[in-house]
């Protein structure tokens, strides 16, 4: 539980002293940039950004940024207030699925450097389970 609250806690930390990620910015960029190039990049099929989202999201329009900046800000609330959410039993399923879906959208859109980060992550909440 300690780990899982440390590397949580920590990339909520660096996510809330970055203004680019707080605002939305960051994600703006990334996807807006990855919509712009996917074809040329190596491994282009082990990309999953869905099509809807690049289509609605993959401008660095104000609305979009606005989008994003959502989408930051629930990103941060869910890395504060994940590891103690497992504590409490009643909420203990709730925030195991949670974790898991919220990782499995990393590796969609980073597959190549956080699919063995996720698959860690998301087997240390079937311990959580067990």
Known sequence: MLITT??????????????QFRT???????????TQVKDQLPYRAQHAVPGVVRCRMGNLADRDVRLWRLVAATVITAEIDLPPALLVPQTMPYTITAGITMHIAFTALKPRQLVTFSSLTVGTYTAFAA
């Open 6 to 19: 440390d590397v949580y806690w920590n990339s909520a930390w660096h996510k809330l002293r970055s203004q």
């Open 24 to 34: 939305g910015l960051y994600l703006a960029q990334w996807v807006h940039t990855y």
